[in-house]
């Protein structure tokens, strides 16, 4: 099956600090999808993009939809303390009749105060 | 507007005991999805419904896992037995349009 992969796993930044992270797949996307899980909650949508080259911002957030149609970036500016929580990359596969999503394992930001 | 509700939130069992859970997703949302997450993963896709019909469940174990959504509202994701590598969130989602999917706060369950 399709296969995202996430970098960094972790990262430790100071209040303040933009901070960068990337997907990868194996196959092409023809969506990609920036989630954020807060602890003991359930992911929640930050970004989708759906053509290649597309730049799309929200907020401090900015996500960018590689050219290749195999990566994808997210970038956070100015972090601030509720930056914190997992990041994950998602983009859709379909299997059969159905059309579902593939998550990445997540890169985890820690913001120091 | 009210988000897809899910209970428990916690749950500790027993190996080989049973457990359900309950899912009730946003007002008018067709497709209805049950992930898997264990600790340090993203999401793993169980089963997804349309209405109350399966789509896909190609990765649900069957043999111990089953899934229901009578009248195409709310689903329950039951356990029967469990076993210790069940410990994980489990999280249902809710979609009106492909790929938009809104996720409850999902079940924690630990397995001793």
């Known amino acids: 099956g399709q296969q995202l992969n996430q970098s960094p796993q972790s990262m430790f930044i100071q209040e303040g600090e933009d901070v960068s992270m990337n997907c990868t797949s194996s196959s092409i996307f023809n969506t990609w999808l920036w989630y954020k899980q807060d602890p003991g909650e359930g992911p929640v949508l930050l970004i989708a993009?759906?053509?290649?080259?597309e730049l799309t911002s929200n907020g401090r957030l900015t996500a960018q939809f590689g050219i290749t149609r195999k990566d994808s970036f997210l970038n956070i500016s100015a972090s601030i303390p509720s930056d914190v929580g997992i990041y994950f990359c998602?983009?859709?596969?379909?299997?059969?009749?159905?059309?579902?999503?593939?998550f990445g394992s997540g890169t985890q930001l820690t913001v120091l105060p | 507007e009210a988000g897809v509700a899910q209970s428990p939130r916690y749950k500790i069992i027993e190996k080989r005991q049973s457990v359900a859970f309950w899912c009730n997703p946003i007002s008018g949302h067709a497709t209805l999805y049950w992930y898997q997450q264990i600790l340090g993963q993203g999401p793993k896709l169980l089963i997804q419904f349309q209405n109350n019909g399966v789509v896909d469940d190609s990765q649900l174990p069957k043999d111990r896992f089953s899934a229901e959504r009578l009248k195409g509202v709310d689903s329950t994701l039951k356990i029967q037995p469990a076993k210790l590598e069940d410990s994980a969130v489990y999280l249902c989602?809710?979609?009106?349009?492909?790929?938009?999917?809104?996720f409850g706060p999902g079940t924690r369950l630990t397995v001793l």
């Open positions: 998602a983009g859709p596969a379909s299997s059969g009749s159905a059309r579902q999503l593939t």
């Open positions: 989602a809710s979609s009106l349009v492909p790929d938009t999917q809104y």
């Open positions: 993009l759906y053509k290649a080259g």
